[in-house]
Every structure is written in structure tokens, then in C-alpha cells.
């Protein structure tokens, strides 16, 4: 088994930095079998195969039935192909609402946060937008900025400030939605948008049917404020104020944007 130096082993961005990615530093961990260095070379240029050390020192050095070493070593059983196979088997790109979004069920989401991983798993169900260096993980890529991702969430929620005052015009309240979007912009230093109902559209909910005639951002904030609207906070789990939890069937009557 290799050493790891002076570097810090319980660091994870040490752990990333010296990931395994070559037949030759794999072998300081393990016996690499025959199969398995043809599946590494198989793979080149189709699926990408990457290790920690933390996860290699888990697997049985001689051992290649190892079951964390067959969730993480190449095989060539990946490459075989299967008439009833699909590249996207969880749907992502079915329930991808923006770039990072992925909005499946009616009270939760997934937000994709970043394309790498530390450990490649050779069974995957993401393995074509995490592993085919073609493909992305991404609707564009992972430096496109965040707000139409929070835009997205923050109206697809309809449960939020039922009992504010909403804005002349409109059927019901908005002020989390708006005074999130408000300090998102602001702590990235990014003028608000001006007209929120096109900058909704880009991030694919149509909220022209509930917005009243006030279109900029700052100035429904404070509008909102004047009317003595207030932003929803959530409390903290194990506090004295609990968080009023709502049931999935309630949530699943209410009609979603997007």
C-alpha cells in the first residue's frame, strides 16, 4: 500500500488532488489484473475512471471480486451494449427544468452542483452525463451563473408566504421569492433584474399570469415591505420553533410553474 507523504489524508481536497488515474499509481494499491488493464484502456476516450486514496486503500490488494474494488476499477462488461440500455435511465433529462435543476417529484429537486467526481462508479445510473467525456452533467455547463436555478425554485414552491399580503395585482404574496432573489443578486455584486417576468422566462417558469403591473425586482421588495410583508425563514431542526411540515399530498394539489 503507497504512503501519502506529508500531504493530510483526512483533507478531502488533498484526497482530489492526488486521485488515481493511471494504470501505474493504481498499481501502488493493488494487483491489477489483466482484465482490468484492458478495461482501463478501453475505456480511454468513452468513460472516465478516477480513484482517491482513501477509496483505494479500502480495496483487497489481491483480491479483484473485491466489491469496492468493482465499483471503482474499470471493467470491460461496461462496454457491452444491451438493446434495452438507456443513456439516461433516471430521467435527468426529462425532468431538467434549468441548467442545474432537476425536478422530478413535487416537493423536492435536485441541483447539480458540479461535474467532477472523486470516485467514478462503474455502475453509475449517471454514468453518461458524469462519465462519457463528450457528455455533460450539465443543461450548458457548470459555470453558468445560479440565479435562473434559484429563480426556478423559489416559484415552483406555491406553498411559501400563503398568508402575506401580495402586491396589488397579483393573487398572492411573493416576498420570499423576490427578497431571496434581491440578496442573491446583491451578494454576487449583479444589478437585479428589471423586468422579473422576462428574467423568469429564461429560466423556464411563466410567471406573467401572477404578476401584477410592478416589475422590478428592488422595487417589489420594497413595496412588499411597505404593505408589512415578511419573507419566510425557515428555523433551525431541534429549535424552539419547529418548522411547520407540509404532506407530500397537499403539496401535490397545487398547480406548479414551469
Known sequence: MSGHGSWDWSDWHSQVQHT?????????????????????????????????PYYAALMDRDDPRCPIRQQAVPSLRELESWPT???????DTVYRRTNRVIHKYPDRVVILVTGLCPVYCRHCTRKYHTM??????????????????????????????????PLPGEPRSFITRDQALLALFELRRKPPPEDIVAFF??????????TGPLRDLRERVLWAWELGAV????????????????????????????
Do not use: K, M, N
Open 201 to 210: 422566462a429564461q429560466a423556464g417558469a411563466d410567471i406573467a399570469p401572477v
Open 20 to 52: 488515481i488515474t493511471t494504470v501505474e499509481e493504481l498499481r501502488e494499491w493493488i494487483r491489477v489484473t489483466p482484465a482490468e488493464e484492458a478495461a482501463i484502456a478501453a475505456c480511454q476516450g468513452r468513460y472516465r475512471w478516477a480513484i482517491t
Open 132 to 165: 462519457t467525456p463528450a457528455a455533460t452533467y450539465f443543461a450548458r455547463h457548470e459555470g453558468v451563473s445560479w440565479e435562473e436555478d434559484f429563480a426556478y425554485i423559489l416559484t415552483t414552491f406555491p406553498l411559501l408566504d400563503r398568508d402575506q399580503p
Open 231 to 258: 419573507a419566510y425563514v425557515p428555523s433551525r431542526r431541534g429549535g424552539e420553533e419547529a418548522v411547520e411540515e407540509v404532506e407530500t399530498s397537499e403539496i401535490e394539489g397545487e398547480e406548479f410553474a414551469g
Open 85 to 91: 440500455a438507456s443513456v439516461d435511465p433516471v430521467g
